[in-house]
């Protein structure tokens, strides 16, 4: 059987509207069982989580399932599935928590190709604490990032490392198990940015090798929170600020307040949705077995429509891809000789197709790629996007080099 992108796309209302959507690195549509579950889960009985009254029940349940999915999701440990707001506030939480170890002397390692959710919180940390802040550059010409790179940065002293499954800017998917091996061999810690990875490859933390990993699901058709990923064990040995009659049960010790329970299920919605797509073998096991049916259809639909970009933008003068990853993610940023790249997004918007400009919050790429704070054109492809989106970007891409 093969992926039906037709099928796919009509679970997406936003998608008539008839916009190209070329901005799922920024954020997807979402699908109407994500919808639904958001809805179902506010209109029947909810209360503080309890297992007595339906309200407590239903509260209890929807955590569960959510912590259950997450799981399934990232190869990872129910019980290690930390909510929050945001990826970024996961990680400044993270940061405070993680620097109250760190002497004067002490040492962490950020990478330029980061999104700055995973450069900001660990220099200013370091900073308090005094710690040293160490830099891997990756190469401007191919995109990549060399785990050797990293490894020039390491020494005795180093606690920590923040590095991204994949660049939200050029794409590059950089190689995290050869990375992790080096920092743990050099007794640190490592912290992955896994929202632009998780959106499009199968993820197993523990196979990547990351102590942490956080995600987003409003990336991948869920709605607008973060996720991190950890090791029980490893969660059990942080003392994160909390209130006094809080649970200090991991992983609720660093969720702060009452749960927002119905984007909980609408996150569980969008990982079933995501396993529903599986078109393999595994297809019809359990859900973890889904889910990698599923990406691995979604990444040979993407890939697909990624080359038909390349092939065509190489043909067109004045315009030079900067995503050149050996691998990479299906998101390609595009600059102009001697035009601005926003010109090209509100160009692009008139005819209906969204491909925004800018650096994308990953100020260091963009910098370190000689594009300044002005960046790019960024076209991120995704699940819901066919032919007819990519061939509509490449006739407004060619009207507007004219």
């Known amino acids: 059987m093969s992926y039906d992108v037709r099928a796919v796309r009509a679970q997406f209302p936003a998608l008539r509207s008839g916009t190209a959507h070329f901005d799922g690195p ?3 549509q979402t699908p109407a069982s994500v919808v639904a579950a958001i809805s179902e889960a506010m209109s029947g009985p ?6 007595g009254l339906p ?3 239903n509260a209890e349940e929807i955590v569960l399932g959510f912590r259950r999915a997450m799981a ?36 962490v390692v950020v990478s330029r190709l980061d999104h700055d959710a995973n450069i900001r919180p660990w220099v200013q940390e370091a900073e308090r604490a005094g710690a040293v802040v160490r830099w891997a550059d990756f190469d401007p010409t191919t995109g990549e990032l060399p785990p050797e790179e990293v490894a020039a940065q390491l020494t005795g002293r180093t606690r920590l490392v923040a590095v991204t499954g994949a660049s939200n800017l050029i794409g590059t998917r950089p190689d995290l198990p050869a990375i992790a091996r080096l920092v743990h061999r050099a007794g640190a810690l490592l912290y992955v940015d896994g929202v632009h990875l998780t959106a499009h490859h ?13 995600c987003s699901p409003y990336k991948f058709f869920g709605p607008h929170h973060g996720v991190l990923a950890a090791r029980p064990e490893l969660l059990g040995t942080l003392r994160p600020d909390k209130l006094a009659p809080s649970t200090d049960a991991v992983p609720e010790r660093f969720e702060l307040g009452t749960l927002p329970y119905e984007t909980m299920a609408g996150t569980s919605a969008a990982v079933d949705f995501i396993a529903h797509l599986g078109t393999g073998a595994d297809a019809a096991g359990g859900r973890r077995a889904r889910l990698r ?12 429509l990624r080359e038909r970009v390349e092939r065509a933008v190489g043909e067109l003068d004045g315009v030079t891809v900067r995503s050149r990853a050996a691998e990479r993610t299906p998101t390609l940023l595009l600059a102009f000789e001697g035009r601005d790249p926003a ?3 509100r160009f692009l918007a008139r005819s209906g197709v969204h491909a925004p400009a800018g650096s994308f919050y990953a100020l260091e790429a963009s910098r370190h790629l000689g594009l300044g704070e002005t960046g790019g054109l960024r076209v991120g492809l995704s699940a819901y996007n066919d032919i007819q989106d990519v061939d509509r970007l490449l006739t407004g891409l060619a009207d507007f080099l004219r």
């Open 343 to 345: 010109d090209a997004y």
């Open 26 to 28: 920024g954020g997807t």
């Open 55 to 57: 309200g407590e029940v």
């Open 293 to 304: 049916s599923a990406y691995a259809a979604i990444d040979a639909h993407e890939s697909g």
């Open 46 to 51: 909810l209360s503080i989580r309890g297992t």
């Open 72 to 107: 399934d999701l990232l190869g990872a440990d129910p019980g290690g599935i930390v909510f929050g707001r945001s990826a970024t506030q996961l990680t400044y939480d993270f940061a405070r928590t993680l620097a109250r170890g760190w002497a004067p002397g002490d040492e």
């Open 202 to 214: 199968t993820v197993d933390v523990e196979q990547l090798g990351a102590d942490f990993f956080v």
